[in-house]
C-alpha cells in the first residue's frame, strides 16, 4: 500500500521534525561514526516510509526508534564483518588516553560495547527513554532492558575513571 | 571527575529540524521502494504460477489425469475436492474469518492484510510472519484496497457477500502467469480484496463461501 500524497506530507513533517534525533541516535548505535549513523538512518526511514500508511501518528516516533535500532544491528553485523583487520603489531597506547572531553570518552567506550548492551544504554540513558520504551524499540522483555543497561552501566563506569588521563 | 551518569545525560543533543532537500531525498528513496516491492511482488507472484502451470502441463503429458483434479469449464480452477470447514485457529489482526479450505491455516497477519495457505505451504516462497514481504502464490490473500482503483471490474460477476454487492472477476493472463480470482466487497471501513490463484484449486462457490467468512474489525487499518 503506497502512501497517499497526504501520508506523504505528514511523513516529510515528521522527518523534518526528528531527523536530526534519529542521527544522534544512529551515530551512537554504530560508534559513534557520522557517516555511518547517516547510512542507518536513510535505512531506517526508508523502512519506516514503506509501513507509513499503517503507522499511528502516537506511535510513529517510537516506530521510527525501532527502525533505527534495527538498522544500526544490521549495519553492526555488516561492520563487524568489513572492520577485521590484522595487524602486525598492536598499538601500545589506548586511543582513549589521547582524547580530549568526556564526551569523546564515553562515545568511545561506547563502542566497546555488545550491540544490544550499547543500545540499551543509548536508549535509556542518553535519549532518556522509560524501560518500557526502550523495551518496545529493541523488541526485548522489560527485564532484558534492565540486565542490559544495568551491565552496560556498570561497564562503561569501570573503565571511564581508569582511562582519565593522568595528570602531571 | 563527573559521574558517568552525568556525561552520558549531557552528551550534545540535536533539535534542527532537517534540510528540506534532505527530507525530500529520504521520501524519494521510500518512492523507490515502495515500487520495488511492488515489482517483487508480481514477479514471485508471476514465478510460482507459471511453475505450477509447467508441472500441471506435464503431469497431464504423462497421461495421468485420471487422478488429478479436474477443471470446471468456464473457471478454469481446478476442482481440487477441497472441503470448506470451520477455521478454529488464531484469528487475524484486524480481521475475523469463519471458513477456510480443510487444513489451511492463517499464516500472515497484518492489520490491512492476512494470508491463508494450505497444509505443506506454511512456509517457504518468502517470510510467513513479521515484517517484509509474504507472497501470494498458491495461497488466498485477503487485505484492504486502500486508495488505489482495484481491479478491472469491467467483466465482473456481481456476487452477494453477507447482503453487500461483492464483484468477481479475474487478474488478466499472460504468457508466464494462468491468472487468479479476486474478489471484491464492500466493508465499514472500506474495500476487502481476496485474492486466489487458479493454482489453489478453489472453485468459485468456495471462494465465495470463504469471503462470506470474513469479518472486518475496528483493528483494521
Known amino acids: 500500500m503506497r502512501p497517499t500524497p497526504e501520508q506523504d506530507r505528514e511523513f516529510t513533517a515528521f522527518v523534518t521534525a526528528r531527523r536530526a534525533g534519529l542521527v544522534r541516535v544512529a551515530e551512537l548505535l554504530v560508534s559513534g561514526d557520522p557517516a555511518k549513523g547517516e547510512d542507518v538512518v536513510q535505512m531506517a526511514l526508508t523502512r519506516l516510509y514503506l509501513s507509513w500508511p499503517r503507522v499511528r501518528p502516537e506511535t510513529a516516533e517510537a516506530y521510527a526508534r525501532r527502525c533505527v535500532v534495527n538498522a544500526a544491528t544490521d549495519e553492526r553485523r555488516r561492520l563487524f564483518r568489513r572492520r577485521e583487520q590484522p595487524f602486525a603489531e598492536l598499538p601500545d597506547v589506548a586511543v582513549l588516553e589521547e582524547m580530549a572531553g568526556d564526551d569523546e570518552k564515553v562515545k568511545a567506550l561506547l563502542k566497546t560495547l555488545p550491540t544490544g548492551m550499547r543500545a540499551a544504554v543509548v536508549l535509556r540513558y542518553i535519549e532518556g527513554l522509560s524501560v518500557t520504551e526502550t523495551a518496545a524499540a529493541m523488541r526485548c522483555s522489560e527485564g532484558n532492558v534492565k540486565s542490559q543497561s544495568a551491565r552496560g552501566l556498570q561497564r562503561l563506569r569501570e573503565f571511564f575513571p581508569a582511562r582519565q588521563p593522568h595528570l602531571a | 571527575m563527573p559521574d558517568i551518569m552525568t556525561v552520558l545525560q549531557n552528551l550534545p543533543q540535536t533539535s534542527e529540524p532537517a534540510d528540506e532537500a534532505v527530507v525530500a531525498a529520504d521520501v524519494a528513496r521510500g518512492h523507490r521502494a515502495v515500487s520495488r516491492r511492488r515489482q517483487r511482488r508480481i514477479g514471485f507472484t508471476a514465478a510460482a504460477v507459471a511453475v505450477v502451470a509447467g508441472v500441471a502441463a506435464g503431469a497431464g503429458q ?73 507472497f501470494y502464490d498458491g495461497r488466498i490473500a485477503v487485505y484492504m484496497l486502500g486508495d488505489g482503483p482495484g481491479p478491472n471490474a469491467s467483466h465482473a460477476e456481481k456476487v452477494d457477500i453477507n447482503g453487500k454487492p461483492g464483484k468477481l472477476g479475474t487478474f488478466p493472463k499472460t504468457t508466464t502467469s494462468p491468472g487468479a480470482h479476486w474478489l471484491t466487497f464492500p466493508s465499514d471501513h472500506g474495500t476487502v480484496v481476496v485474492q486466489v490463484p487458479d493454482s489453489t484449486g478453489l472453485s468459485n462457490d468456495q471462494i465465495l463461501t470463504f469471503a462470506r467468512g470474513i469479518t472486518v474489525t475496528d483493528a483494521v487499518r
Open chain 2, 62 to 134: 504423462l497421461g495421468t489425469t485420471a487422478n488429478h483434479p479436474t477443471t470446471t469449464a468456464g473457471t478454469g480452477i481446478t476442482a481440487a475436492g477441497l472441503q470448506m470447514v470451520a477455521y478454529t485457529g488464531e484469528q487475524p489482526s484486524g480481521f475475523e474469518v469463519t471458513t477456510v479450505p480443510d487444513g489451511w491455516t492463517v499464516i500472515s497477519s497484518q492489520p490491512y492484510e492476512f494470508v491463508v495457505a494450505p497444509p505443506g505451504r506454511e512456509t517457504g516462497g518468502g517470510p510467513s510472519a513479521g515484517p517484509g514481504p509474504v
